[in-house]
């Protein structure tokens, strides 16, 4: 709106969060009814854009504030994460955009709208029109490195710093000569509960097999472990209720570790590719203005033109199958514990 004088609402946005349905007529008048905002209707804007598609011009005030030429198209955009899957040139089905950061991702696109216990979405037309946005989402993953480096790798963090190393790469180095399940260690990685599949906010982080034998680098890779089993439940429920893929496609800080995308790979059993800009929701946002200014016909296009891959991360396969008893143990210890999280949870709320 400041840059155009043109108030809109981004379809994005509004499908993915706000309940937006095109194919049903869309604002869900009866949903916002049933929990008593039906007013609430009647503010939004009534222009419900496409990704990519012109908004208005710059105007001159907007123009001199931001030292650009008046009058250039401005082109909807989106949600960060959202505007990445076009950065990461996932704009058909097949492909799985895996955003990684302090929280991880996993969002793809599907020829049939479908809705499914522990999935969000899908969105219809939310990203690309014609197809659905399916979401899976992990709370807690690079921020529960973070955590665990910070509170206990303090001699870790001294040792690297003499090394003229970063104390992740010391920790990656460490962990690396490490076997498959970090010598019998199991972590749920759900410090702030878990969003998809169990969408459960009283779920909490666990560590358990710990003996005398472990050190930090144990612990370090049993959360890279925990983390990408979680990912890897998240894909075992998107398949159960009908959506695949063939590929991953990775960004985001974590990709900068090798270790961690190797254990991603080989739990999940899929190839991972990794894209030249590294900053997809940047390259995505530069995409959907490349649509606006008329360079490209659609989204895919440019995509297709604007998106260059520079690698690709191979499963080991005998790896796979040695995770598949760790994957097993960390999806019956939340089954096991979930009673005693929940009970926990009043407690700490009742104080």
């Given at each position: 709106y400041k840059l155009t004088g043109e108030y809109v609402a981004s379809i994005n946005t509004a499908t993915a969060r706000w309940y937006y349905d095109r194919p049903g007529g869309g604002w869900p008048r009866s949903f916002y009814e049933k929990i008593g905002l039906e007013d609430l209707i009647d503010k939004f804007p009534e222009r419900v854009l496409d990704l990519g598609e012109v908004v208005g011009a710059l105007t001159p005030q907007a123009a001199e504030a931001i030292g650009l030429p008046a009058r250039i198209p401005v082109s909807q955009g989106g949600a960060d994460a959202f505007v990445a899957m076009i950065g990461l040139n996932v704009v058909r089905p097949g492909r799985l955009a895996f955003i990684t950061g302090s929280s991880h991702l996993h969002l793809g696109?599907?020829?049939?709208?479908?809705?499914a216990p522990g999935?969000?979405?899908?969105?219809?037309?939310?990203v690309i029109p014609g197809f659905s946005m399916v979401e899976g989402g992990q709370v807690s993953t690079g921020s529960v490195l973070k955590w665990f480096r910070d509170h206990f790798c303090g001699d870790i963090r001294e040792e690297a710093k003499a090394l003229g190393l970063d104390a992740y790469a010391l920790l990656d180095k460490?962990?690396?000569t490490l076997p498959p399940g970090s010598e019998g260690l199991i972590v749920l990685e759900y410090w702030q509960?878990?969003?998809t599949p169990w969408v459960d906010p009283d779920a909490r982080g666990t560590v358990w097999g710990l003996s005398l034998a472990h050190k930090p680098e144990h612990v370090f890779r049993a959360i890279m472990e925990g983390i990408a089993y979680g990912t890897e439940l998240i894909f075992q429920n998107f398949a159960k209720n009908g959506f695949e893929f063939d590929e991953i496609v990775a960004c985001g800080g974590p990709v900068k570790s090798k270790l961690w995308m190797q254990i991603h790979a080989d739990v999940s059993g899929r190839p991972i590719l990794f894209t030249e800009v590294p900053q997809a929701p940047a390259l995505g946002s530069a995409v959907l203005a490349a649509v606006g200014a008329g360079l490209y016909s659609d989204i895919a296009e440019a995509s297709d033109h604007m998106v260059?891959?520079?690698?690709?991360?191979?499963?080991?396969?005998?790896?796979?199958?040695?995770?598949?008893?760790?994957?097993?143990?960390?999806v019956r210890t939340y089954k096991q514990l979930k009673d005693l999280m929940h009970e926990m949870g009043d407690k700490v709320r009742a104080g």
């Open positions: 696109l599907s020829e049939k709208e479908f809705h999935i969000f979405g899908g969105f219809p037309d939310a460490r962990a690396e509960g878990n969003r260059h891959f520079k690698s690709r991360l191979e499963p080991n396969l005998a790896r796979h199958e040695e995770y598949k008893f760790f994957f097993d143990k960390y």
